[in-house]
Structure formats: C-alpha cells, structure tokens
T-cell receptor, first 113, second 115 residues
Framework: AQSVTQLGSHVSVSEGALVLLRCNYSSSVPPYLFWYVQYPNQGLQLLLKYTSAATLVKGINGFEAEFKKSETSFHLTKPSAHMSDAAEYFCAARRAAGNKLTFGGGTRVLVKP | GAGVSQSPRYKVAKRGQDVALRCDPI?????LFWYQQALGQGPEFLTY????????KSGLPSDRFFAERPEGSVSTLKIQRTQQEDSAVYLC?????????????FGDGTRLSIL
C-alpha cells in the first residue's frame, strides 16, 4: 500500500527565512505527487503537482518542490517566508493507475515576525 | 459558483441521528471524491464516483456510511446512526477527468460534531 510521510508536524520559521517542508513517499512506482495548503476552516488549495514532466516544479505563492526518485522525496520549499504562509501543508500521492489521494499527516507552519 | 460547494458548513447532531452532507462539484467535473479529516490529521479517502457510478467505496468505515451521485453531478454522503467517532470534517473534491494527474479541487468541507 502506498504511504506518504511528512517529517515534522510543526515548523516555525521567521518572516523572510527559508521554508522547508519534507515529504517522502513509499511506492515501487513513482506516483503523481501534490502539495496542498489548508487555511483554518477552509478546504485544501493546490500549491503544485509533479507529473513526471520535470523534477523541479514551481507552484503558486513562490513555492516550489523537487522530486528526487533516489530519495523517494518531494520536499516543498519557499526562499522567503511571509506571514500569509502560516497554514497547514499536506503532501499527497496518487498512483498512476488509481484515483484516490493518499495524504501525509500534515505540517503546520508558524511564521514569526 | 466556480468552486466546489459543500453544505452545511457545520452540522451538530446527537448520537444515533442520521445526517446528510451535500457536495456540489465544479460544473463538468467527471470525478468526485469524499474524504474524512479527523482533527489534526490528513484527509483520508472514503469513496469515489465517476459520473454517477461509484467506482471505489473501499474507504467507507462501516455500512452506516452511504454515498450517492444519482445524476452524475451533486453528491450526498449519508451517515446513519451517527457515533461520536464520526465527528470530523468531511471534504468533497472534484476533478475534470479520471486521468491520474488531474488535480482534485476541494470544497471548504462540512464540520460534523456528534454529541
């Protein structure tokens, strides 16, 4: 069965500092990978997706993620954190032949002024 | 509207009552998904529709959970004889096609509290 692991349930960064959120997947076949952001009392908004076209994927709000097959990772980064980045972030995978998303446990980001 | 719409946003029910949660997907989206998100956790898959056909219901936790999408558009998730462990946010998502790389678009969810 496919699984997604997010290392660190909480991350605290200073405004202007690098944001790094880690995601590892477990699959014999590299799946389709996604990062979503969730603000309080809202649904999930897509940040970016990896679909094998390019290993470095750029998303909205200045976020990007790099797919590394050798490490089975898809870490999310943003060079400079903004207060509006405070939210919960979910990494998710979807098998090529399947349709449901398998989510990691989420990482809550706190941005300090 | 342009996005996935869910209603009600909040639902409080007494243990043992039946509840019905509605999802209005983005117009023209073939695929519809239901997820359950417990407090402090990531969403977990419940069931999937392609048009009106329920192709995967492997995530439904018990036979008290039932979902339908009779005309291939609006979907309803019904929970019978609710239990306290059913308290969660129920998220609906839709996508344009059944191709795996299409992103799923999520509604704001229904927060269900069972007393």
């Amino acid at each position: 069965a496919q699984s997604v692991t997010q290392l660190g349930s909480h991350v605290s960064v200073s405004e202007g500092a690098l944001v790094l959120l880690r995601c590892n997947y477990s699959s014999s076949v590299p799946p389709y990978l996604f990062w979503y952001v969730q603000y309080p009392n809202q649904g999930l908004q897509l940040l970016l997706k990896y679909t094998s076209a390019a290993t470095l994927v750029k998303g909205i709000n200045g976020f990007e993620a790099e797919f590394k097959k050798s490490e089975t990772s898809f870490h999310l980064t943003k060079p400079s954190a903004h207060m509006s980045d405070a939210a919960e972030y979910f990494c998710a995978a979807r098998r090529a032949a399947g349709n449901k998303l398998t989510f990691g446990g989420g990482t809550r980001v706190l941005v300090k002024p | 509207g342009a996005g996935v719409s869910q209603s009600p946003r909040y639902k409080v029910a007494k243990r043992g009552q039946d509840v019905a949660l509605r999802c209005d997907p983005i117009s023209g989206h073939v695929s519809l998904f239901w997820y359950q998100q417990a407090l402090g956790q990531g969403p977990e898959f419940l069931t999937y529709f392609q048009n009106e056909a329920q192709l995967d219901k492997s995530g439904l936790p018990s036979d008290r959970f039932f979902a339908e999408r009779p005309e291939g558009s609006v979907s309803t998730l019904k929970i019978q004889r609710t239990q306290q462990e059913d308290s969660a946010v129920y998220l609906c998502a839709s996508s344009l096609e059944q191709i795996s790389n299409q992103p799923q678009h999520f509604g704001d969810g229904t927060r269900l509290s069972i007393l």
